[in-house]
């Protein structure tokens, strides 16, 4: 996939900055959700996160609950956790097997230098293949990348498989999170710490007892 294509914008000077401008109301988006089908084509949906905590929870950085057993295969949430949004999407098979397809355009496709606790391994970046959990704030400025998750995305490129981008200065990242070479981001989307308390459930912000 080329440069030109990654950034797949035509956003203007003024259009850029008037999305940073916006960036910190972004970052506290409380849901959003996209359902993509088998071929990864969807529309934009809003899609209401299952759990807040409370105002001093959340200032105290504590763990945060999030409920995903609404979400289906295609689709996006966000909890906040610690002022920011953490993004849980729950990845179609086609979604998962273009993140085994190449990896030679992605700046650090093993996330050798991301944030990221040890026992996220791998292309997938997840505990469970299916479910991503990552921290929605640009490595490069802290502006919220914009979901793009139709692969194919005229506005993307052709060649575009599936991800994120951020409109402030195109930093394009895939559905792992990860950050596409020559881009203004250096280094991947952060995944925080988390586990899983039941099938349903996720606790943020903390590691399981076998972490």
Not at 62 to 73: F, N, S, T, W
Not at 77 to 106: C, F, H, N, Y
Request: aromatic share 6%; glycine share 10%; hydrophobic share 35%.
């Amino acid at each position: 996939m080329s440069d030109d294509n990654n950034t797949g914008s035509n956003t203007t000077g003024a259009e850029a900055s008037a999305g940073c401008t916006d960036c910190s109301r972004r970052n506290l988006l409380v849901a959003t959700a996209v359902v993509g089908g088998a071929a990864g084509v969807g529309a934009a949906v809003p899609f209401v996160a299952s759990f807040t905590p409370s105002e001093r929870a959340k200032a105290a950085g504590a763990p945060v609950e999030a409920d995903i057993g609404k979400l289906q295969p295609g689709e996006m949430m966000t909890v906040e956790w610690r002022g920011k949004p953490v993004w849980i999407i729950r990845r179609t098979k086609e979604q998962l097997a273009e993140l085994e397809k190449d990896t030679s355009l992605l700046a650090d496709p093993e996330s050798t230098h991301a944030d990221q606790p040890p026992y996220i391994k791998g292309a997938y970046r997840s505990i469970k293949p299916e479910y991503l959990v990552c921290i929605g704030i640009c490595t490069h400025l802290g502006c919220s990348p914009s979901p793009k998750f139709v692969v194919a995305d005229p506005a993307m490129g052709g060649d575009w498989p599936g991800g994120f981008l951020c409109p402030c200065h195109g930093s394009t990242f895939d559905l792992a999170a990860r950050v596409f070479k020559n881009k203004p981001a250096p280094d991947n989307l952060p995944i925080p710490p988390h586990y899983y308390l039941s099938d349903t459930r996720i606790l943020i912000g903390e590691d399981g007892k076998g972490a």
